[in-house]
């Protein structure tokens, strides 16, 4: 188990899974990324149920990336039941969705997304996303919670 805050990313799409993960490792980000494949499996993982119950093993995200259409429950259902948990304020969502609806964008807003992506249409995209999120996060906090090793 690392020590490196972890992100959870809440993604159906195996391929989307894959871009993610190589443009993180691509930008540097060595933060672990715990995956979870549809919105129970994230309330679960969020609030330590079942086999997420180890906290050692499945700590608290410090970043919550989700789509918004999973199976079983949304990604605006994972929002609002997040927001309906106060231990979880303090948890950035970021939507990284298919959907460029207005509509999507300002129901996610209104649930608590901090920031709503539309998901890039390639690999190159996908990294160039990565990156600007180290930027954002420095930017916003002062400082970035990705862990980043210079590329050799």
């Known amino acids: ?49 079942g086999k997420f119950a180890d906290r050692a093993t499945y700590p608290l995200p410090f970043l919550a990336i989700l789509d918004l259409k999973m199976p079983y429950r949304s990604g605006f259902e994972v929002l609002s039941w997040i927001k309906s948990h106060p231990s979880l304020f303090d948890l950035p969502v970021v939507v990284l969705s298919s959907s460029a609806q207005k509509l999507d964008q ?27 999120m180290d930027s954002f996060y420095i930017s916003k906090l ?5 862990i980043i090793e210079p590329a050799s």
């Open 1 to 49: 188990m690392t020590s490196s805050p972890p992100i959870l990313l809440a993604e159906d799409i195996s391929d989307d899974v894959f871009l993610f993960r190589r443009a993180l490792s691509k930008a540097g980000v060595r933060n672990p990324v715990q995956v979870v494949t549809d919105g129970e499996e994230a309330l679960s993982y969020l609030s330590g149920a």
């Open 106 to 132: 300002v129901r996610a807003y209104e649930l608590g997304a901090r920031s709503y992506l539309v998901k890039p249409p390639t690999p190159q995209a996908f990294l160039d996303l990565a990156t600007s």
């Open 142 to 146: 002062g400082t970035s919670p990705f």
